[in-house]
């Protein structure tokens, strides 16, 4: 134990320790350390060195090491106990507690018994009422995702589909995790609608590993992602929308068919995997964006824009 990882915390504990063992032997105190009498000798000659700011004479400590025992002739101030200020303290159970909320990072049972024994010594200086912590969706599910992934298990998800406005229930058999545009995704086999999907992570509201093995189909295929998340396709809804100026950005954020100007406005056509994230686009655009075809979607969000005016009342 000579690494400089374990030295540091040693030369802490020497102090102490020698100021309760006044004259003990080197070799002694060597074995209780786990070192060797030369490694000890080292560290008595770097503790010789430390103390209070000040650095003269007087402000370090002095040990007394010549012969065949060790005595500590002036500690420092090392013999008094370690107080934490009210800042420190909650910047530790600040961490402490992000950890033990964190599912599948660390032992929660080790972070929990830390915590216990950094609140003690911040004397009541923090408690409860001072600190909460809430972690947001992607940190709190994305280790339980990771770990069906490493252990190859299936998992029980419930997933909110924004495009949709609505929370579904399944059971997915996991096969990747990566990162675009700023998110995290799983990507996995859905066993409720038999075909590979995309899930947002920030959109899953619970997660739960299985105790049953992934079973993907051997058929079942990654979707690559050279040219982006989503990539139309011929089964895919094909819809003309008149963009005013205002959402002109449409065209450029969407892949398109065909883009025509038209009177100062644009008529795109593009493939849409779920027509309920047109429905959104242009209920939320204030009649700056229209759709053109298929008119079965139109009158639909016609009726839908309709029913919404009717419940402001006359």
Same mark, same amino acid.
């Given at each position: 134990?000579?690494?400089a990882d374990e030295r540091l915390p040693r030369l802490l504990s020497l102090v102490p320790y020698l100021l309760a063992h006044q004259g003990i032997s080197a070799a002694q105190a060597a074995a209780d350390f786990g070192i060797t009498e030369t490694q000890l000798r080292r560290d008595l000659n770097l503790l010789w060195m430390?103390?209070?700011?000040g650095h003269g004479p007087g402000d370090l400590i002095d040990l007394s090491f010549e012969g065949s025992s060790v005595?500590?002739?002036f500690d420092a101030g090392m013999s008094r106990p370690l107080r934490l200020t009210a800042e420190e %303290? =909650?910047?530790l159970v600040v961490a402490l507690r992000t950890l033990a909320e964190t599912p599948g990072v660390t032992d929660t049972e080790a972070v929990q018994r830390a915590l216990a024994k950094v609140e003690a010594a911040a004397g009541g200086a923090v408690d409860d009422a001072t600190v909460a912590i809430e972690l947001d969706a992607t940190t709190r599910t994305l280790p339980v995702l990771e770990? %069906? =992934?490493a252990d190859r298990r299936a998992l029980s998800l419930r997933y909110y589909t924004a495009t949709r406005d609505e929370t579904t229930e399944r059971v997915v058999d996991p096969l990747r995790i990566f990162a675009m545009d700023g998110r995290q995704y799983l990507e996995?086999?859905?066993?409720?609608?038999?075909g590979m999907r995309i899930f947002r992570v920030d959109r899953v509201e619970s997660a739960v590993v299985l105790d049953e093995p992934a079973a993907a189909p051997e058929h079942?295929?990654?979707r690559n992602l050279d040219e982006g998340l989503f990539q139309p396709a011929e089964e895919h809804l094909l819809a003309t929308l008149r963009l005013a100026p205002a959402y002109f950005w449409v065209a450029d954020y969407y892949s398109t068919e065909q883009v025509t100007e038209v009177d100062g406005t644009l008529h795109v056509e593009l493939r849409v995997a779920d027509p309920a994230w047109v429905r959104a686009l242009v209920l939320g655009s204030a009649g700056q964006v229209e759709v053109l075809s298929p008119e079965w979607l139109a009158e639909s969000i016609r009726a839908e824009a309709?029913?919404?005016?009717a419940r402001y009342g006359p």
């Open positions: 134990m000579t690494g430390c103390g209070l700011p005595s500590v002739i %303290a =909650l910047a770990r %069906a =992934l996995a086999w859905c066993r409720r609608a038999e079942a295929q990654l309709r029913t919404a005016l």
